[in-house]
C-alpha cells in the first residue's frame, strides 16, 4: 500500500507522507512506526528503488532520451542483481541492499520490473503529449505504477491470496487515482494527462478546456465522476485492512484513509482541484485517526 496522496506517487517514509498528494514512492510505509521493526530495512530498500528509479524519470534537466537511456541501464541493473551479479558502482548503495532483501525474501523480480516499465511509459507519454484512451489503459499503468508496490509489500508480510492481491490491487490503484486527480493543476501543464479520452468525451470537455486550468459545469461533472471512481475503488480494497497483522493492518488503516480523506478534500473543491492541489493539514490527521479507528470488518 501506498501511502496517502501528496505527491506523484510513495509507502514509508511514514505515512505522513500524506499531508502532500499521493505518488509513486509515497507508498512505501518505510520509516513509519507502525511499520514492524524486522521489515523496515526490506521495505527501506524497496523504497530506495523505486524512490531513484522516480528520480531518473523525473527529476533534473536530463532529456527524455537521457532518461530513457537511464532507465534502461537501471532496468539492466535489476536484471544482473536478481541473476547474482555483483552491484555495479552507479548505484551500489540501491542494489546492494536490494540483492539481500531478494535473495532474503525471495521478492517477485517481476513486480520491480514493472515499476520500472511504468516509470519508461511516463517519460514517453510525457515527451508525446500522449493520452490514455480509457479506464482500462489508464488502470494497466496503474497495475504496473502502483500495485507492485502493496503486493511487494504483502509478500514480506507473507499474505498471498487472491482476495487479498486483488484487494492490496484496488487499494493500490485508488491511491494512484487520487494522486492523479490531486495534482491536475501540477500534471497538466507538464503535458501529463490521466482523465482519459473516453471519460473527457463522455462529459464533452476537450483538452484545451483543461489546458486552461480553469473549471466549467462539464469539467466539474469530469472530476466529480473520476473522484466517485477512486473512492469505489479504495472502498473495494479497504477490507484488507483488517488481514494484515498488527502494525502493518494499522499502517493500512491510515493510508486508506489519508487517501478517502483527500477525496473528501476534492469532492470539498466542486472541480477547483483543476486548478489548485488539495493537501492534508493537522486537523485531518485527528480525523484520519479516529476513522482508522472505527473501521469495521463487515459481517454477512
Given amino acids: 500500500m501506498n501511502a496517502p496522496p501528496s505527491s506523484p506517487q510513495t509507502?514509508?517514509?511514514?505515512?505522513?507522507?500524506?499531508?502532500?498528494?499521493?505518488?509513486?514512492?509515497?507508498?512505501?510505509?518505510?520509516?513509519?512506526?507502525?511499520?514492524?521493526?524486522?521489515l523496515r530495512a526490506p521495505i527501506a530498500a524497496l523504497y530506495a528503488f523505486a524512490r531513484t528509479a522516480d528520480d531518473i524519470a523525473d527529476e533534473g534537466d536530463a532529456t527524455p532520451a537521457q532518461r530513457l537511456h537511464d532507465l534502461a541501464a537501471y532496468r539492466a541493473e535489476l536484471a544482473a542483481v536478481a541473476a547474482?551479479?555483483?552491484?555495479?558502482?552507479?548505484?551500489?548503495?540501491?542494489?546492494?541492499?536490494?540483492?539481500?532483501?531478494?535473495r532474503q525474501h525471495g521478492l517477485p523480480v517481476a513486480l520491480l520490473d514493472d515499476l520500472l516499465s511504468a516509470f519508461v511509459q511516463d517519460v514517453e507519454k510525457t515527451r508525446d503529449g500522449a493520452t490514455y484512451a480509457d479506464r482500462t489503459a489508464l488502470l494497466d499503468y496503474c497495475r504496473r505504477s502502483a500495485n507492485p508496490v502493496g503486493r511487494l509489500l504483502l509478500h514480506l508480510y507473507g499474505v498471498a491470496d487472491a482476495q487479498a492481491l486483488a484487494q492490496s490491487d484496488a487499494i493500490c490503484s485508488a491511491l494512484q487515482l487520487i494522486n492523479f486527480w490531486q495534482d491536475l493543476s501540477v500534471d497538466i501543464p507538464r503535458g501529463r494527462h490521466y482523465l482519459t479520452d473516453a471519460d473527457c468525451a463522455a462529459h464533452g470537455v476537450d483538452r484545451?478546456?483543461?489546458?486552461?486550468?480553469?473549471?466549467?459545469?462539464?469539467?466539474?461533472?469530469?472530476?466529480?465522476?473520476?473522484?466517485?471512481?477512486?473512492?469505489?475503488?479504495?472502498?473495494?480494497?479497504?477490507?484488507?485492512?483488517?488481514?494484515?497483522?498488527?502494525r502493518a493492518g494499522w499502517e493500512l488503516r491510515l493510508v486508506v484513509q489519508g487517501g478517502l480523506r483527500?477525496?473528501?478534500?476534492?469532492?470539498?473543491?466542486?472541480?477547483?482541484?483543476?486548478?489548485?492541489?488539495?493537501?492534508?493539514?493537522?486537523?485531518?490527521?485527528l480525523r484520519m485517526g479516529w476513522r482508522a479507528l472505527c473501521m469495521r470488518r463487515r459481517t454477512g
Fill in 84 to 102: 547474482g551479479a555483483a552491484p555495479g558502482t552507479r548505484w551500489a548503495t540501491v542494489f546492494g541492499p536490494l540483492q539481500g532483501v531478494l
Fill in 208 to 246: 484545451a478546456t483543461l489546458a486552461t486550468l480553469q473549471p466549467t459545469p462539464a469539467t466539474t461533472r469530469l472530476l466529480a465522476d473520476n473522484a466517485r471512481w477512486a473512492r469505489t475503488l479504495m472502498e473495494q480494497g479497504a477490507p484488507l485492512v483488517h488481514r494484515l497483522p498488527g
Fill in 11 to 38: 509507502p514509508p517514509p511514514a505515512v505522513p507522507a500524506t499531508a502532500a498528494p499521493v505518488t509513486h514512492y509515497e507508498n512505501f510505509p518505510v520509516a513509519s512506526l507502525l511499520c514492524p521493526p524486522h
Fill in 262 to 285: 483527500i477525496l473528501d478534500k476534492i469532492d470539498a473543491l466542486h472541480g477547483a482541484n483543476l486548478c489548485q492541489r488539495p493537501t492534508l493539514a493537522p486537523p485531518d490527521w
